[in-house]
């Protein structure tokens, strides 16, 4: 079964660093990885989305990677804004026609003015 | 139209309240999915539709019974609800393999007590 974990949980950096979010996963048959922001009580907003044979994907200030052999992936925040504290969640979608996704538990993230 | 809607936006209901949550999409995706989610953990799975006909139900209780009346549409009728229930119910939609990027968009949810 694929376990896909998210370390550290909670964050929390002043305005202006760099943010690192990790993901991990088992099992690297996956077709695509996809991460996700969600502010409180909110949907699920799309950042970035990797296929399996990418080895990275950029939007803007994002940069995500994927090393699917060790089964991990990295989000990268550059120059962290107040506006970026949120939970941000990565998905791991099996390699199976029905498009069954895997979520890890998130990391609460806080920038601090 | 790049959105996935959902209605209401909070459901406050009994324990015997027959309810219903609405989705609806307009960008031609053929996969449609119901999440649950509960506080600080992430959405856990509970169907998915597939050209309008159910592909996945995670085991989940009878009390909560979807419906995809077309391939805009999803339902998820809610009857004899218990208070563990209560959660934040997401929406989301995908493209087929073979129509593009497989990205997931997701709704805004819908908040639901159940008292």
């Known amino acids: 079964k694929q376990e896909v974990t998210q370390i550290p949980a909670a964050l929390s950096v002043p305005e202006g660093e760099n943010l690192v979010l990790n993901c991990s996963f088992t099992?690297?048959?996956?077709?695509?990885l996809q991460w996700f922001r969600q502010d409180p009580g909110k949907g699920l907003t799309s950042l970035l989305l990797?296929?399996?044979?990418?080895r990275e994907q950029t939007s803007g200030r994002l940069n995500a990677s994927l090393d699917k052999s060790s089964g991990r992936s990295t989000l990268y925040i550059a120059a962290s804004q107040p506006g970026d504290s949120a939970t941000y969640l990565c998905a791991v979608r099996r390699s199976d026609s029905w498009g069954k996704f895997q979520f890890g538990a998130g990391t609460q993230v806080v920038v601090t003015p | 139209d790049t959105e996935v809607t959902q209605t209401p936006k909070h459901l406050v209901m009994g324990m015997t309240n027959k309810k219903s949550l609405k989705c609806e999409q307009h960008m031609g995706h053929r996969a449609m999915y119901w999440y649950k989610q509960k506080a600080k953990k992430p959405p856990e799975l509970m169907f998915v539709?597939?050209?309008?006909?159910?592909?996945i139900n995670e085991s989940v209780p009878s009390r909560f019974s979807p419906e995809c009346p077309n391939s805009s549409l999803l339902n998820l009728h809610l009857h004899a609800l218990q208070p563990e229930d209560s959660a934040l119910y997401l929406c989301a939609s995908r493209p087929i393999p073979g129509q593009g990027d497989n990205e997931q968009f997701f709704g805004p949810g819908t908040r639901l007590t159940v008292l």
């Open positions: 990797i296929q399996s044979s990418q």
């Open positions: 539709y597939s050209y309008e006909k159910l592909s």
């Open positions: 099992d690297s048959a996956i077709y695509n």
